[in-house]
């Protein structure tokens, strides 16, 4: 590695580096969470008294909320930021 590569560093790396490590914990427990539901679903599916297809229309909604929920996000979080909230 030449000197160069490490010129651009920071003091900040071990913030970054904390960041990354949070990002991974939370994708790690959404996948564990959904991992967790999904063996159950025909179980709630049986004491919502639901049809396959409306289990599936739930489940839609659920994907359809979190790509809203993204594009939410990108419109507030410049809003957090200017105020000192992240």
Do not use: K
Not at 2 to 12: L, Q
Not at 13 to 19: F, T
Not at 33 to 51: E, K, M, Q, Y
């Amino acid at each position: 590695m030449s000197s160069a590569a490490g010129a651009g560093r920071t003091a900040t790396e071990p913030v970054l580096r904390s960041w990354r490590n949070a990002v991974f914990v939370i994708f790690w427990l959404c996948g564990f969470l959904f991992a967790s539901w999904a063996s159950r679903v025909p179980t709630v599916r049986d004491i919502l008294g639901a049809t396959t297809s409306q289990m599936g229309l739930l489940i839609f909604g659920l994907a359809a909320g979190s790509v809203l929920g993204l594009f939410a996000s990108s419109h507030g979080s410049p809003g957090w930021a200017r105020a000192g909230r992240c």
